[in-house]
Protein backbone atom coordinates (compact mmCIF):
# COMPACT_ATOMS: atom_id res chain seq x y z
CA UNK A 1 0.00 0.00 0.00
CA UNK A 2 1.13 3.39 -0.83
CA UNK A 3 0.29 6.99 0.69
CA UNK A 4 -0.17 9.15 -2.04
CA UNK A 5 0.48 12.77 -2.15
CA UNK A 6 -0.01 15.24 -4.69
CA UNK A 7 -0.05 19.00 -5.82
CA UNK A 8 -2.37 19.67 -3.00
CA UNK A 9 -1.12 19.72 0.63
CA UNK A 10 -3.17 16.84 2.53
CA UNK A 11 -5.24 18.57 5.09
CA UNK A 12 -3.82 16.50 7.86
CA UNK A 13 -0.26 18.16 7.18
CA UNK A 14 -0.08 19.92 10.47
CA UNK A 15 3.11 22.71 10.30
CA UNK A 16 6.13 22.51 12.79
CA UNK A 17 5.75 25.98 13.21
CA UNK A 18 3.03 28.38 11.95
CA UNK A 19 5.39 29.47 8.16
CA UNK A 20 6.32 25.90 7.39
CA UNK A 21 4.41 25.73 4.06
CA UNK A 22 4.91 29.12 3.23
CA UNK A 23 8.61 28.49 3.52
CA UNK A 24 9.07 24.97 1.83
CA UNK A 25 6.63 22.53 -0.49
CA UNK A 26 4.79 19.72 1.22
CA UNK A 27 6.27 17.52 -0.94
CA UNK A 28 9.64 18.34 0.89
CA UNK A 29 8.53 16.84 4.17
CA UNK A 30 6.35 14.13 2.52
CA UNK A 31 10.03 12.97 0.89
CA UNK A 32 12.27 13.81 3.42
CA UNK A 33 15.49 13.22 1.04
CA UNK A 34 18.41 13.95 3.05
CA UNK A 35 20.94 15.69 1.26
CA UNK A 36 24.67 17.30 2.71
CA UNK A 37 24.97 20.18 4.69
CA UNK A 38 27.74 22.77 3.94
CA UNK A 39 28.54 26.40 4.28
CA UNK A 40 28.85 29.37 1.19
CA UNK A 41 31.20 31.55 1.46
CA UNK A 42 31.31 34.85 0.04
CA UNK A 43 32.02 38.43 0.07
CA UNK A 44 29.21 41.12 1.13
CA UNK A 45 29.19 44.62 -0.92
CA UNK A 46 30.43 46.29 1.93
CA UNK A 47 33.66 43.75 1.41
CA UNK A 48 32.78 41.55 4.99
CA UNK A 49 32.77 38.00 5.04
CA UNK A 50 29.40 36.24 4.21
CA UNK A 51 28.45 32.66 5.60
CA UNK A 52 25.41 30.66 4.37
CA UNK A 53 24.25 27.39 5.79
CA UNK A 54 23.06 25.58 3.13
CA UNK A 55 21.49 21.95 1.92
CA UNK A 56 19.40 21.61 -1.22
CA UNK A 57 22.29 20.53 -3.77
CA UNK A 58 24.08 17.49 -5.42
CA UNK A 59 27.03 17.48 -7.45
CA UNK A 60 28.10 16.08 -10.71
CA UNK A 61 29.37 16.80 -13.98
CA UNK A 62 30.95 15.12 -16.73
CA UNK A 63 34.71 14.49 -18.39
CA UNK A 64 34.84 18.08 -19.33
CA UNK A 65 33.05 19.88 -16.26
CA UNK A 66 32.22 19.57 -12.96
CA UNK A 67 29.20 21.56 -11.08
CA UNK A 68 27.49 22.23 -8.03
CA UNK A 69 24.16 22.05 -8.26
CA UNK A 70 22.22 24.14 -5.23
CA UNK A 71 18.65 23.49 -6.13
CA UNK A 72 17.38 26.17 -3.86
CA UNK A 73 18.88 29.22 -2.86
CA UNK A 74 16.49 32.05 -1.53
CA UNK A 75 16.78 35.03 -3.51
CA UNK A 76 16.10 37.66 -0.06
CA UNK A 77 19.79 35.91 1.23
CA UNK A 78 22.82 37.79 1.11
CA UNK A 79 24.57 34.96 -0.53
CA UNK A 80 21.99 35.13 -3.61
CA UNK A 81 23.28 39.04 -4.00
CA UNK A 82 26.93 38.26 -3.17
CA UNK A 83 26.89 35.51 -6.06
CA UNK A 84 24.91 38.08 -8.50
CA UNK A 85 27.15 40.61 -7.89
CA UNK A 86 30.95 38.98 -7.97
CA UNK A 87 29.95 35.97 -10.27
CA UNK A 88 31.42 33.62 -8.04
CA UNK A 89 31.55 31.72 -4.69
CA UNK A 90 33.01 29.02 -2.35
CA UNK A 91 31.20 25.45 -0.66
CA UNK A 92 32.95 24.54 2.33
CA UNK A 93 31.95 20.71 3.98
CA UNK A 94 32.66 20.77 7.60
CA UNK A 95 31.90 18.11 9.98
CA UNK A 96 28.94 17.93 12.68
CA UNK A 97 30.92 19.64 15.18
CA UNK A 98 30.47 22.69 13.45
CA UNK A 99 27.04 22.75 13.18
CA UNK A 100 25.99 25.13 16.36
CA UNK A 101 28.84 27.86 14.92
CA UNK A 102 26.99 27.42 11.44
CA UNK A 103 23.85 28.73 12.83
CA UNK A 104 25.03 31.03 14.72
CA UNK A 105 26.22 32.64 11.29
CA UNK A 106 22.39 32.56 10.40
CA UNK A 107 21.54 34.26 14.50
CA UNK A 108 24.17 36.81 13.26
CA UNK A 109 23.23 38.07 9.86
CA UNK A 110 23.55 41.81 9.49
CA UNK A 111 25.04 43.11 6.45
CA UNK A 112 27.46 44.81 9.16
CA UNK A 113 28.64 41.42 10.63
CA UNK A 114 31.71 39.57 10.21
CA UNK A 115 29.87 36.19 9.54
CA UNK A 116 33.34 34.00 9.87
CA UNK A 117 33.79 35.76 13.37
CA UNK A 118 30.27 35.39 14.37
CA UNK A 119 30.62 31.53 13.95
CA UNK A 120 34.82 31.67 15.27
CA UNK A 121 35.68 30.73 11.69
CA UNK A 122 39.11 31.08 10.23
CA UNK A 123 39.21 33.41 6.92
CA UNK A 124 41.46 31.92 4.31
CA UNK A 125 41.49 33.23 0.04
CA UNK A 126 40.14 31.10 -2.40
CA UNK A 127 43.23 30.36 -4.69
CA UNK A 128 40.90 30.88 -8.05
CA UNK A 129 37.79 32.65 -7.07
CA UNK A 130 37.28 36.09 -5.37
CA UNK A 131 35.64 34.48 -2.32
CA UNK A 132 36.89 33.55 1.34
CA UNK A 133 36.63 30.43 2.31
CA UNK A 134 36.65 28.26 6.14
CA UNK A 135 40.16 27.50 6.86
CA UNK A 136 38.59 24.88 8.79
CA UNK A 137 36.21 23.09 6.03
CA UNK A 138 38.11 19.70 5.35
CA UNK A 139 37.01 20.28 1.97
CA UNK A 140 36.78 23.56 -0.19
CA UNK A 141 35.32 24.05 -3.54
CA UNK A 142 35.49 26.74 -5.64
CA UNK A 143 32.92 28.41 -8.21
CA UNK A 144 32.42 30.66 -10.55
CA UNK A 145 29.07 31.50 -11.21
CA UNK A 146 26.96 29.15 -14.41
CA UNK A 147 24.21 29.96 -13.95
CA UNK A 148 21.11 30.78 -11.60
CA UNK A 149 17.57 29.84 -12.67
CA UNK A 150 14.13 30.85 -10.52
CA UNK A 151 12.38 26.86 -11.48
CA UNK A 152 9.27 27.86 -9.95
CA UNK A 153 9.25 31.21 -11.17
CA UNK A 154 7.56 32.39 -7.94
CA UNK A 155 10.48 34.94 -7.17
CA UNK A 156 11.20 33.33 -3.91
CA UNK A 157 14.45 30.74 -4.68
CA UNK A 158 16.82 30.16 -7.58
CA UNK A 159 18.96 27.40 -8.80
CA UNK A 160 22.56 28.63 -8.21
CA UNK A 161 25.06 26.46 -10.48
CA UNK A 162 28.56 27.21 -9.94
CA UNK A 163 31.32 25.39 -12.13
CA UNK A 164 33.93 24.08 -9.99
CA UNK A 165 37.25 25.85 -10.56
CA UNK A 166 39.49 23.93 -7.67
CA UNK A 167 39.21 22.30 -4.58
CA UNK A 168 41.51 22.01 -1.21
CA UNK A 169 41.20 18.62 0.59
CA UNK A 170 42.41 18.90 4.61
CA UNK A 171 44.92 16.02 4.58
CA UNK A 172 43.98 13.99 7.24
CA UNK A 173 40.61 13.59 4.63
CA UNK A 174 42.56 12.60 1.70
CA UNK A 175 42.82 9.08 2.14
CA UNK A 176 40.27 6.19 2.37
CA UNK A 177 36.95 6.94 3.71
CA UNK A 178 37.92 9.77 6.36
CA UNK A 179 35.20 11.77 4.60
CA UNK A 180 32.76 9.83 5.93
CA UNK A 181 31.51 9.15 9.80
CA UNK A 182 30.67 11.28 12.20
CA UNK A 183 34.16 13.82 11.22
CA UNK A 184 33.06 14.08 7.43
CA UNK A 185 29.84 15.03 5.69
CA UNK A 186 26.48 16.01 8.00
CA UNK A 187 23.50 15.51 5.88
CA UNK A 188 20.20 17.12 7.02
CA UNK A 189 17.14 14.76 6.57
CA UNK A 190 14.65 17.67 6.33
CA UNK A 191 11.25 17.07 8.57
CA UNK A 192 10.07 13.69 7.81
CA UNK A 193 6.21 14.45 8.08
CA UNK A 194 4.31 11.17 9.50
CA UNK A 195 2.75 10.59 6.48
CA UNK A 196 -0.44 8.66 8.26
CA UNK A 197 -1.18 11.15 11.13
CA UNK A 198 0.15 14.47 9.22
CA UNK A 199 2.40 14.98 12.34
CA UNK A 200 5.25 17.16 11.98
CA UNK A 201 8.48 15.88 13.13
CA UNK A 202 12.29 17.79 13.69
CA UNK A 203 14.43 18.30 11.16
CA UNK A 204 17.27 15.71 11.67
CA UNK A 205 21.14 15.77 11.48
CA UNK A 206 23.06 13.00 9.96
CA UNK A 207 26.33 11.43 9.16
CA UNK A 208 27.24 8.95 6.47
CA UNK A 209 27.57 5.57 8.06
CA UNK A 210 28.89 2.94 5.48
CA UNK A 211 27.05 -0.21 4.73
CA UNK A 212 28.70 -2.01 1.74
CA UNK A 213 31.50 -1.04 -0.78
CA UNK A 214 31.26 -1.42 -4.67
C1 LIG B 1 20.12 23.21 8.43
C2 LIG B 1 19.88 24.41 7.54
C3 LIG B 1 19.83 24.26 6.17
C4 LIG B 1 19.59 25.36 5.33
N1 LIG B 1 19.53 25.17 3.97
C5 LIG B 1 19.25 26.21 3.17
C6 LIG B 1 19.16 26.04 1.75
O1 LIG B 1 19.35 24.94 1.22
N2 LIG B 1 18.84 27.13 1.00
C7 LIG B 1 18.67 28.37 1.56
O2 LIG B 1 18.40 29.33 0.82
N3 LIG B 1 18.76 28.57 2.89
C8 LIG B 1 19.04 27.52 3.70
N4 LIG B 1 19.12 27.72 5.05
C9 LIG B 1 18.87 29.06 5.60
C10 LIG B 1 20.08 29.98 5.44
O3 LIG B 1 21.19 29.42 6.10
C11 LIG B 1 19.77 31.36 6.04
O4 LIG B 1 18.72 31.97 5.31
C12 LIG B 1 20.98 32.27 6.09
O5 LIG B 1 20.73 33.27 7.05
C13 LIG B 1 21.31 32.95 4.79
O6 LIG B 1 22.51 33.68 4.99
P1 LIG B 1 22.91 34.99 4.19
O7 LIG B 1 21.73 35.95 4.20
O8 LIG B 1 24.07 35.50 4.98
O9 LIG B 1 23.27 34.58 2.81
C14 LIG B 1 19.38 26.63 5.89
C15 LIG B 1 19.45 26.77 7.29
C16 LIG B 1 19.70 25.68 8.09
C17 LIG B 1 19.77 25.86 9.59
Request: proline share 5%; aromatic share 12%.
Amino acid sequence: MKIEVGLERPERFRPAYPEEFELFSHFEVTAGIPTVLFAITTWKENGKPNVCFHAWSCFHGDRTAFFAVMGGLYQHTHTYANIQRDGCFCINFLPLSAYDRLVETIRCNDPETDEFAAGGFTLARAKTVCAPVIEEAFLQVECTLEEAKDLSGAGITAMVVGRVRHMAVEAAYAQGYARYGREGFMLLAPAPQDLVTGAPNASAIATVRIEKYD
